[in-house]
Structure formats: C-alpha cells, structure tokens
C-alpha cells in the first residue's frame, strides 16, 4: 500500500511562494512517477506536475510551466512543488499523488493519493 504524506501550503499574497513537500512509503511507490494535483470546489482534480522516481525527467501543465518546480530527494522518498509567482488562480486543494505519465497529456492517477493541503493566493 502505498502512502503519502503531504505538508506545506498555506496563504499567501499573490506573486509570492510556496514549497509542498510530499514523503513517500510503502508498497512499491517507485514503480509510479509522482505528481501534483490541484482542486477547486465543484471541479475535477487536475494535473500540475509530475516526476519520474527514476529518470528525474519533469512534466508540467501550461498553467504552471516556468513558475513551479518539481523535484524529487530519493534518499527522503519526498517529493517537492516550489511555487512561485503564484497567482490568485493557483488557489486551490494540492494533491500528490501516485501516477504513470502519459506523454503529453500529463500524469494518470493511480488511485494513491496524499490527504491535499491548502494553498490560497490573495490578490
């Protein structure tokens, strides 16, 4: 079973940053490529960004490409969303999640996911 444990998030003022960290255990996460997803109230969850274990190759949705960063520390089994020039748009719940990467469509889910932590950007 794998397991995710999410910290970080919180408010903060348009044009400032961010750091979410995601620690991974159990079952055989590395099998998965990582990813972050945001949620808002009444929509689907989304696609933000997503690593693979392995290779460190990075994947990110338009709406983020050039203002977050992810990364991973293998040593930690954690994974990390560095948010900057953050926009009232990017709030939202933030994810991680267990996914394979589909080229060019971003990241499926598989089903393992971190409880979400809050991130809200005022104007």
């Known amino acids: 079973q794998v397991q995710l444990v999410e910290s970080g998030g919180g408010l903060v003022q348009a044009g400032g940053s961010l750091r979410l960290s995601c620690a991974a255990s159990?079952?055989?996460?590395?099998?998965?490529?990582m990813g972050w997803f945001r949620q808002t109230p009444g929509n689907e969850r989304t696609f933000v960004a997503a690593?693979?274990?392995?290779?460190?190759?990075?994947y990110y949705s338009d709406s983020v490409k050039g203002r977050f960063t992810i990364s991973r520390d293998n040593a930690k089994n954690t994974v990390y969303l560095q948010m900057n020039s953050l926009k009232p748009e990017d709030t939202a719940v933030y994810y991680c999640?267990?996914?394979?990467?589909?080229?060019?469509?971003?990241?499926?889910?598989?089903?393992?996911w971190g409880q979400g932590t809050q991130v809200t950007v005022s104007s």
């Open positions: 999640g267990a996914c394979t990467v589909v080229v060019g469509r971003g990241c499926s889910p598989a089903d393992y």
């Open positions: 159990g079952g055989a996460f590395r099998s998965y490529s």
């Open positions: 690593i693979s274990w392995i290779s460190g190759n990075t």
